[in-house]
């Protein structure tokens, strides 16, 4: 079961493979990692679609527990309301691609925007441990979105296979 203190160690892993894999800002590294990677290992495909349909629920979710997710309290109104606003349509979007079997460089990089925008929330605010149980539900499958798009690209980057990647790096497959 995924913890904070795991699903933060996948976040530096994924974090650490796309600054030496993809030159720009962090989110535009996060972004292109996980466009290259699923682009290049269809096997990772139901790992990201998992990943999305754990996010699902937050459709539905209000806007305070989508803040929680999505946005810092501290950012002006207006900000925070056009986050929750992104991140209901993005989630939705993103559903309706999975479940319609879609792939892509787009769909791979809503995703990855997804994971970039509530790495802080998973990784350390308190608010989502308590709002409906979605933590239990989002954390594990953010981790392994993560971890196995961390060991595509040392797998791409060592020239190994995906498979090879994951038992090095002790990823259950």
């Not at 079961?1 to 974090?15: D, E, G, H, N, Q």
């Not at 990692?33 to 139901?46: I, V, Y």
């Not at 980057?157 to 995906?162: K, M, T, V």
């Amino acid at each position: 079961m995924a913890t904070s203190v795991t699903a933060f160690l996948a976040w530096k892993a994924y974090l650490i493979v796309a600054r030496g894999s993809v030159n720009g800002p962090e989110k535009v590294q996060c972004g292109r990692l996980a466009t290259l990677m699923l682009g290049k290992f269809d096997e990772l495909w139901p790992t990201a679609a998992a990943f999305a349909k754990a996010l699902k629920p937050l459709t539905v979710a209000s806007a305070v527990e989508l803040t929680d997710w999505y946005a810092d309290p501290s950012l002006p109104a207006k900000t925070i309301d056009k986050r929750v606003r992104w991140a209901k349509r993005s989630i939705a979007s993103v559903n309706a691609a999975v479940e319609r079997q879609a792939r892509g460089d787009a769909l791979a990089e809503e995703l990855a925007d997804h994971a970039y925008a509530i790495r802080s929330a998973v990784l350390a605010h308190g608010a989502i441990h308590s709002t409906g149980n979605r933590f239990q539900v989002i954390v594990p499958l953010f981790e392994e979105f993560t971890s196995r798009i961390a060991c595509a690209g040392y797998a791409d980057r060592a020239e190994i296979s995906l498979q090879d990647a994951f038992e090095e790096c002790r990823v259950v497959t």
